[in-house]
């Protein structure tokens, strides 16, 4: 049962249909629309749900589905009924698309049926149409939506003597009309036209004497006639003749396959009910996209448990403003069925409730609704609102007679499967008798066992619902501080409304709120003063808490990454002693064996100086072999963001040596490295902080400038051979660099004969370079083509 009679309307459920309308390709799918109720039925309910949700997967999916426009067949169909009536071309050409679009969802649901199992079911509507129909069609109708031409020999015929006239009867004309138009008979600018359907020559009317033949038309002013001549008009006649004999016979062709379909009309009926089904379940799945909705479990123990639910309507609006919506969250069920909200005005009370009803009512009529997916809901056999003002002027009821007459419909059929939503509850009339009597319709509603979401600001009903099982107490979040509501709903503690401080920061005299205070009671003003208190005190402690919440997950992912840290240096300690140990021992027993081999050897050689030198030597060798080599400990530079400037210091990556940018032009630069200069390119550079040029410029003045080991480790021969191809690139550009910053003239590049691949990359990567001046094999005693000499500039 639904109350009152324009529910839709106080809910707004038919923008709702309005929307969905919108994203419908077809009248059918609108029809579809207007036809959407409430329902109780939990099968039904569950399986519109589901038809839905499986066909916003496929929208999420990308999978391509028909979704052309089509048109309603119907009244064709009814049409086609009659013995000896028949469709005309643009008729079967609609006939024709609903039939592709039928085939394309079979086709479709052929392939993924099993991933979309409730809408697969439909398919049951189109079990018993022949598709042979749509073969038929298509032979005689082509895409335009005309008859084709081998519709039938002789429709074929006709239209070939038909173009044969026409190209016979144009070059008629064209010829009189050049006669006439040599003879000054025609009017200047217009050339031949078509009047009544025939071809004609506008001839001026002072000529038309002039000339033999019908006149069929002349111009506005009188001045031009259109003319057919006599020689022409045979022809003309003839193409009409045979146009009429063209139109009989396409008539014939389509009663023929009107007299096909005729038996097959139930079944098309049907098809154009599946198409139109489709369409509805399309846009109430592009709607629920559009709303971000999604399908609840659906349970049928009483409970109605939502997160994040949204209003869809508030949240469109609001988006078109970019602005945000806040969810609500809100739970019935158990000893908590009534939700009673108080919370100051414009606090977003009301809005709560509107929200509440609309989803339930959506949900009971199939759609998906904006909660979170793992929202729970129920169903109810009644739905009852009393929101708004329902003062009727002709029937003479006041706006408080009218919500007891709500008040009388609920108390005498609500029940257990009733859900209820009252706005302003107890409104209308004096608050002292209002209150009262909302007091008591609350406690009887309670004792039926409803469901229901309820608004007031009268304090005795926050009382009854803290103090009675089935009820419970809701406030809108306020901000005390700033007086601004935060549109978040809070269950389990009654609101304030907050209306002496509200005027208090107005700016209402002193003593009238003193006024008002004594006249309240100075219980009632503690009672607020305490909620008051309580708002505030809440949200500095949500505001701790929400710090407290952050510092104490971020200490325990700190803890969890040191754990972790300990656990894995300890493991590797243990593996690195381990591993020691164990060359240790190896170490241990390779020196023993070897030392007592030693002492053997001098012994059995019996200690001759030359044989006991040689001894110590190998000794002294082995000795070399298993101490720990001293690597140098490379030096370690900070790096500078930012584009690299001329003045700036940067290190050379590939040999990091440091260097000073003197000039820059496209991708390279030209940079200092003490008294060498060289260029290279941008990309091989690294900017750095200018004190460890400083540093570097020191050193080189305390006479251990890098590049002077550089010089004695440097070697002027590179031998590449049996490298790869992409080893060697940067081993020739490192090896060119650091010959060109020391100045050095002339290199040598080895990379031998075989295939010639090596020799043609590094000729290849020498030419790019800018220190390269010139490149020639070696002489052929010293390797010839194997050998690459390089003179340096």
Not at 70 to 90: H, M, Q, V
Not at 251 to 265: A, G, H, K, S, V
Not at 692 to 711: F, I
Not at 739 to 747: P, Q, V
Request: hydrophobic share 35%.
């Amino acid at each position: 049962m639904l109350y009152p009679s324009n529910l839709e309307q106080k809910i707004n459920f038919q923008k709702i249909k309005n929307l969905i309308k919108e994203e419908c390709n077809s009248s059918l799918g609108r029809d579809y629309v207007e036809k959407i109720s409430f329902s109780s039925d939990f099968s039904l309910v569950q399986k519109l749900l589901d038809q839905t949700d499986e066909f916003k997967k496929i929208l999420e999916s990308g999978e391509s589905f028909p979704s052309s426009s089509i048109s309603d067949i119907n009244p064709f169909l009814e049409k086609a009924r009659l013995e000896g009536t028949f469709l005309d071309e643009e008729e079967f050409h609609e006939l024709k698309l609903s039939l592709q679009m039928v085939k394309g969802c079979l086709n479709f649901f052929a392939k993924h049926g099993d991933l979309y199992p409730s809408l697969s079911q439909l398919l049951g509507l189109v079990i018993d149409l022949d598709m042979n129909l749509l073969k038929e069609i298509e032979k005689i109708i082509d895409e335009k939506g005309q008859i084709r031409s081998n519709a039938s020999k002789e429709l074929q015929l006709i239209r070939s003597q038909i173009i044969y006239e026409e190209s016979r009867l144009r070059k008629v004309m064209d010829r009189i009309f050049k006669e006439v138009r040599a003879k000054g008979f025609t009017v200047d600018d217009i050339g031949i036209t078509i009047r009544s359907g025939r071809m004609v020559i506008p001839i001026a009317a002072e000529n038309k004497r002039k000339i033999r033949g019908f006149i069929h038309d002349e111009s506005s002013t009188g001045q031009t006639v259109f003319m057919e001549p006599e020689e022409a008009l045979d022809i003309n006649n003839e193409i009409r003749d045979l146009e009429y004999m063209e139109r009989r016979e396409i008539i014939r062709i389509l009663t023929e396959l009107t007299d096909r379909i005729r038996p097959f009309i139930p079944g098309l009926k049907k098809a154009t009910n599946f198409l139109g089904l489709m369409d509805f379940i399309r846009a109430k799945a592009k709607f629920a996209q559009k709303t971000e909705s999604n399908k609840p479990l659906l349970e049928k123990q009483r409970v109605l448990i939502w997160s994040k639910a949204r209003h869809p309507l508030l949240e469109l609006a609001l988006k078109s403003q970019q602005k945000k919506i806040v969810p609500l969250d809100i739970r019935l069920e158990g000893n908590e069925r009534i939700l009673v909200i108080s919370g100051p005005n414009a606090g977003g009370k009301s809005v709560s409730l509107k929200t509440v009803a609309l989803l339930q009512y959506m949900l009971q009529c199939g759609l998906l609704i904006p909660v979170h997916p793992d929202s729970k809901s129920t169903l109810f056999q009644n739905f009852f609102i009393d929101i708004g003002d329902e003062q009727n002027l002709e029937n003479d009821l006041s706006t408080y007679s009218s919500h007891l007459m709500s008040m009388r419909h609920f108390t005498e059929f609500a029940n257990k499967k009733t859900i209820l939503f009252i706005d302003e509850f107890g409104t209308g009339t004096e608050p002292q008798f209002g209150g009262v009597i909302a007091e008591g319709v609350l406690l009887d509603l309670n004792k039926k066992g409803v469901f229901g979401v309820i608004t007031t600001h009268y304090g005795n009903l926050k009382q009854v619902a803290e103090k009675n099982p089935g009820m419970i107490n809701g406030a809108m979040r306020y901000d005390v501080d700033k007086l601004t509501p935060m549109y978040r709903l809070q269950i389990g503690k009654p609101g304030s409304s907050f209306a002496l401080e509200i005027a208090s920061k107005i700016g209402i005299h002193e003593e009238i709120l003193s006024y008002a205070k004594s006249k309240i009671g100075e219980e009632r003003v503690n009672y607020d003063r305490l909620l008051t208190k309580l708002e505030n005190e809440k949200n500095q402690y949500q505001a701790l808490l929400s710090e407290v919440t952050k510092k104490d997950k971020l200490l325990k992912t700190r803890l969890q990454e040191y754990n972790q840290l300990k656990e894995t240096l300890e493991q590797s300690k243990k593996t690195i002693l381990q591993e020691a140990k164990f060359q240790a021992k190896q170490l241990l027993d390779q020196a023993n064996q070897k030392i007592e081999t030693t002492i053997r050897q001098i012994k059995e050689q019996q200690a001759e100086k030359e044989k006991t030198k040689e001894a110590r030597k190998g000794l002294e060798e082995f000795k070399k072999t298993i101490q720990p080599e001293k690597k140098p400990i490379a030096p370690t530079y900070k790096k500078v963001s930012g584009e690299i400037e001329i003045g700036d210091a940067v290190r050379v990556k590939d040999n990091g040596a440091i260097a000073e940018v003197l000039n820059l032009r496209n991708k390279e630069a030209d940079i200092s490295i003490g008294d060498l200069k060289s260029t290279v390119k941008l990309s091989r550079l690294e900017k750095i902080s200018k004190t460890e040029l400083k540093k570097e410029s020191k050193t080189r003045k305390g006479g251990t400038y890098l590049p002077n080991q550089k010089m004695m480790d440097f070697s002027t021969n590179l031998d590449l051979r049996g490298k790869r191809g992409e080893e060697v690139l940067p081993m020739i550009q490192n090896f060119i660099d650091e010959g060109h910053m020391l100045g050095i003239k002339e290199l040598r590049i080895v990379h031998g004969k075989g295939d010639g691949i090596l020799r043609d990359i590094t000729r290849n990567l020498l030419r790019t370079m800018p220190p390269v001046q010139k490149m020639q094999d070696e002489h052929a005693d010293r390797g010839g083509a194997g050998v690459t000499l390089v003179s340096l500039k």
